[in-house]
């Protein structure tokens, strides 16, 4: 099976994902949509790591561990970024992003 | 030729749900039908994962991405008592201006890959470079350093979440 059938998989997500940041005012689907971008990348790291490992490479665990620690991170990242969107809907009583655009001020 | 059948045909069903749902995501207007796609997306993604000798991965992503981060989602979503009714909608023309730029870039992406001459994954070739024995000596002999910091990064954040939330 040719690993394009996997890099096209990974894209088709990753910009189904990049489309939902643009087209949603939720704050929590944006954030659900960074999560589905992570996941597309982490899908791709794991095809190529068994490509490499079927063209004879031995080292090709490091891809896996890498999206190990790609899940870390996303772990911490929700934890901090949920805690700010529960902060910011305790202040104004609504997850709109525009609301945010006080910021600018 | 037939087991090389089979795995495509996984392959395709696998990709149409994972597809399918990432879709219902971002088009569905009630939050906790997005968050149940996406639930779905990610097991569709897990099924990728086993499909590709995966099974350590296979399993972490189960364990914390739909039983722990999910169900934060789902919890944090309950919580603020969202629905479709006050769920704040962008104007239509950014809305297709979105889809396009999207398009766009998967227009881009497809195009700048299609002639990538790779080797190709061997379905059904069973390696054991996924299960834990393989991944933990690499991980407690060459990533050694990136595992201990990535505890500070967690400590970290458990303060932090504390922190904002105690606000």
């Known amino acids: ?105 | 030729m037939g087991t090389m059948s089979t795995e495509l045909m996984i392959f395709i069903l696998l990709s149409a749900i994972a597809i399918a749902s990432a879709l219902g995501v971002i088009l569905s207007k009630n939050p906790v039908n997005s968050v149940l796609n996406m639930i779905i997306c990610f097991v569709a993604i897990a099924g990728h994962y086993i499909m590709l000798n995966a099974q350590f991965l296979f399993v972490v992503h189960l364990i914390v991405y739909t039983g722990a981060i999910m169900v934060l989602f789902l919890f944090v979503l309950m919580m603020m008592n969202l629905n479709a009714d006050i769920e704040p909608q962008k104007r239509n023309w950014l809305k297709y201006a979105g889809a396009i730029s999207g398009g766009a870039l998967l227009l881009v992406l497809v195009g700048a890959l299609r002639e990538a001459s790779l080797p190709a994954v061997q379905a059904g070739s069973a390696t054991d470079i996924g299960l834990i024995a393989n991944l933990g000596k690499t991980l407690f002999t060459s990533y050694v350093v990136p595992f201990e910091l990535s505890s500070v990064l967690f400590l970290s954040a458990m303060v932090g979440a504390v922190v904002i939330g105690k606000k």
Request: aromatic content about 10%; charged content about 10%.
């Open chain 1, 1 to 105: 099976m040719p690993v394009q059938y996997y890099i096209f998989l990974s894209i088709a997500l990753f910009c189904i994902g990049v489309m939902g940041v643009l087209m949603r005012r939720n704050a929590i689907i944006i954030f659900m949509c960074i999560e589905l971008m992570l996941n597309a990348v982490n899908l791709l790291l794991v095809a190529f790591s068994k490509m490499w490992v079927d063209a004879g490479r031995i080292d090709a665990d490091a891809a896996q561990l890498f999206v190990f620690f790609v899940m870390v991170v996303a772990a911490a990242e929700v934890s901090v970024g949920l805690a700010i969107i529960v902060m910011m809907y305790r202040n104004t009583h609504s997850v709109d992003i525009n609301i945010l655009s006080r910021l600018k001020n």
